[in-house]
């Protein structure tokens, strides 16, 4: 099993600025004492008109106080708009949405096998999106298929691409991917809990989220993640217009450094950055 197989495999199960600002980080791998914790950041932007919106980094598999948490902030925003390719939360399990159930059954699947594998609670059972101020602000299936079509694009071409942008990344910190990865793998399979040593190597491969991203969006971009949050970006325009002041866009972190470009493109100005802890990794004693 070689390193810089696992963040792309977890990417692709999630779907799966401006020249002044530098980048932010939306999610980081934090060493402390007595724990480690992989951390997602809630990211504050203004526009001119006085407009607030929050990127707010999700991770899909996380612990159960990370979700809590971010339902009680839900509570503050006009509007939350949330990622979800196919139907709307509320209209899902009607009758003309089962065929969008069927095509992104696996996605559902890979999610649930990892949350077991880790320990963790998924995004879905975790997060209230019956809630009102709840907005779906994503492509229905027939939209990502056509376009998809479109770019020819395709689950195999994105891993190659995820896979080759981490390799590029692993170098530049000077790591081989090879013998990093046995090692890692060594150090799980020998710990008293194996769980939390898999989800520390896990965290630490998504220390890298941003330069993969990065890579896998070179080019003309992705239907992934470009197209998608041009989506996104779209319905937060429609919300604004209909007197919407104060918004939270809640999709995955991979999501957001492309994002902000966008709302700095805008006009939005970053004003706070805040980090939420989604996974705690205590050190054995």
Do not use: C
Request: aromatic share 8%; hydrophobic share 40%; glycine share 6%.
């Amino acid at each position: 099993m070689k390193r810089f197989f696992l963040l792309p495999a977890l990417l692709a199960s999630a779907a799966l600025a401006a020249a002044e600002e530098p980048k932010t980080n939306f999610i980081r791998f934090v060493e402390e004492e007595k724990s480690d914790s992989l951390q997602t950041a809630v990211v504050s932007y203004e526009s001119p008109q006085k407009v607030k919106v929050d990127l707010v980094g999700a991770i899909h598999i996380a612990d159960k106080a990370y979700f809590d948490g971010l339902n009680t902030r839900f509570k503050g925003y006009d509007a939350v708009l949330y990622e979800l390719v196919g139907p709307s939360m509320e209209d899902r399990g009607k009758a003309d949405t089962t065929k969008d159930a069927q095509n992104l059954a696996w996605v559902g699947q890979m999610q649930a096998m990892m949350k077991d594998a880790l320990k963790l609670h998924g995004q879905l059972e975790g997060i209230d999106y019956q809630a009102k101020n709840f907005v779906h602000a994503d492509m229905n299936m027939r939209q990502f298929t056509q376009t998809q079509e479109t770019k020819k694009e395709s689950f195999l071409t994105l891993y190659l691409k995820a896979v080759q942008a981490q390799k590029s990344a692993n170098a530049k910190k000077g790591l081989d991917s090879d013998t990093a990865g046995l090692v890692m793998l060594l150090k799980v399979f020998t710990a008293k809990d194996s769980s939390t040593g898999l989800k520390r190597m896990m965290a630490q491969e998504f220390d890298s989220v941003e330069d993969i991203m990065a890579g896998v969006e070179s080019g003309d971009g992705t239907v992934l993640v470009g197209e998608r949050n041009r989506v996104a970006l779209e319905v937060m325009d429609k919300q604004i217009a209909a007197g919407k002041k104060r918004l939270a866009i809640f999709y995955g972190a991979a999501h957001l450094a492309d994002m902000e470009e966008r709302l700095l493109k805008k006009g939005f100005k970053r004003t706070k950055v805040e980090w939420l802890k989604a996974w705690d990794l205590p050190h054995e004693e």
